[in-house]
């Protein structure tokens, strides 16, 4: 949750005039101890991540998986040049969110039994 710039200037004064703990204070205003700490480190808050740029290219993820619908993330991770777990978090981004399934067609259709009497 990102707190507004005033509260937290208000929290920070009010730790400062009470001469309170940073847990005294978390307990006060129900925010986290460690945001605190963080606050009076850096005051604003951070509006962008510092990620660094996926080395997985969108286009040809797609593509591969087009190409290779059967094949599984420890499979395609080579031929990506990233881990699996890279291709696991790429795959999520563009839109391809579930598992495959192990069973044949065949097996995963309703079962017609006839009973006899």
């Not at 937290?8 to 129900?30: N, P, S, W």
Request: glycine content about 4%.
């Amino acid at each position: 949750m990102t707190y507004p710039l005033k509260f937290r200037q208000h929290v920070l004064a009010f730790k400062k005039k009470e001469a309170l703990t940073y847990a005294e204070t978390a307990d006060r205003f129900g925010v986290g101890s460690a945001s605190l700490m963080r606050w009076a480190k850096r005051l604003e808050p951070c509006l962008t991540r510092n990620k660094p740029a996926t080395k997985i290219n969108r286009a040809a993820l797609i593509l591969d998986v087009e190409t290779y619908p059967d094949a599984s993330q420890h499979e395609r991770a080579p031929r990506m040049g990233v881990s699996a777990r890279g291709i696991c978090d790429a795959l999520k981004r563009a839109g391809f969110s579930y598992k495959k399934n192990i069973l044949s067609p065949q097996s995963r259709r309703p079962s017609s039994k006839r009973f006899s009497d």
